[in-house]
């Protein structure tokens, strides 16, 4: 039976992922934590919760060998656009989190999943179906921070034998938890401001093209990897993984065909530019399809369906 961990579950990835795993592995299996004190709410209400910092390798520590885990999911730091305004901050989560997380991971035998991000390419990486082995270069601390993230998953692999994995994620589009500050959040708000308003103000100009991916479908990936059978890993750490890649006109247009009324207009953010003009336009993931089937489920028309329909009753019951 696998005892699990997850740091940032609070997070926009965390809080969903935690759910399916207490869904597939049993509530009492699958650990929590979060800096911040988590009481209300299904993390809350389904299995255990801790708080815990990251940047203290002692409390990390402690709870492997209070719950005797023996596989950590990552999942703290600090987004993009918020990394940007607090670089130091996002050094010592991204990197400085991580070297505590596998050193214990190290001393306890633990397997550990990373997620990295388009943010750890750059300008000078190839935009179009980006190579999963390629040139990073990144302009943001949050993607030095990956970059470094990856490397160190690589090394504490090869050196260690820690079993290390995993992906970078593309934009993540959420119909139940809010992101918290990266460059691709326009794509989360914009179906909210659709369901509420019927307007959006989108950060990013017309023509910026991002990779993107439904939650369930970054779930999965995330889950899939890690119950992979390692054999057949070539890459091991941050593979390649989409499902999609629309510009701001090309998701209003999808959402108006659902709501024809609804308006688009422009106020680009120029940092949010700056790292979006800096990433990939789409990735090549054909890596993972071939290493651990790799096959996301969503498309952008089926998961406009699903987002406007989910966003559409939480606006009716007055959650939203």
């Excluded at 911040?36 to 002692?58: F, H, K, Q, W």
């Excluded at 950590?72 to 993009?80: D, E, G």
């Excluded at 700056?274 to 990433?279: E, Q, V």
Aim: with cysteine; net charge negative.
């Amino acid at each position: 039976m696998k005892n699990i961990l997850l740091t940032g579950c609070g997070g926009q990835i965390g809080s969903e992922l935690t759910l399916e795993l207490r869904r597939r592995f049993g509530n009492k299996n699958v650990i929590g934590s979060d800096k911040r004190i988590i009481t209300e709410g299904s993390l809350a209400e389904t299995g255990p919760m801790e708080t815990m910092d990251v940047t203290n390798p002692a409390e990390i520590a402690a709870l492997v060998k209070k719950y005797n885990i023996d596989t950590i999911y990552h999942l703290a730091a600090v987004l993009s656009a918020v990394g940007e305004k607090n670089p130091g901050l996002a050094w010592n989560i991204g990197v400085n989190g991580l070297y505590n997380v596998l050193e214990v991971a190290r001393e306890n035998k633990c397997a550990v999943f990373f997620p990295s991000s388009i943010g750890a390419f750059g300008p000078t990486t190839p935009i179009d179906f980006t190579p999963q082995d390629t040139i990073q270069r990144p302009v943001s601390m949050y993607g030095v921070t990956k970059v470094t993230g990856e490397l160190l998953c690589d090394y504490y692999y090869s050196r260690y034998g820690v079993d290390t994995r995993g992906v970078r994620f593309p934009g993540i589009i959420s119909n139940d938890t809010l992101p918290g500050g990266g460059t691709t959040d326009y794509a989360v708000e914009i179906y909210y401001a659709a369901v509420k308003s019927k307007k959006f103000t989108c950060p990013l100009p017309a023509g910026t093209f991002l990779d993107m991916m439904y939650m369930p479908d970054a779930i999965d990936a995330a889950i899939n990897l890690m119950e992979a059978n390692p054999k057949n890993l070539k890459h091991r750490n941050s593979f390649n993984v989409t499902a999609m890649s629309f510009d701001p006109e090309i998701i209003a247009a999808e959402i108006k065909k659902h709501i024809p009324d609804f308006v688009l207009t422009y106020d680009p953010d120029p940092v949010k530019m700056c790292i979006a003009n800096s990433w990939p336009n789409q990735m090549d993931d054909s890596c993972a399809r071939a290493e651990w089937g790799w096959n996301p489920k969503y498309d952008l028309a089926t998961m406009t369906v699903d987002m406007l329909k989910v966003i559409g009753e939480k606006h009716a019951k007055g959650l939203i």
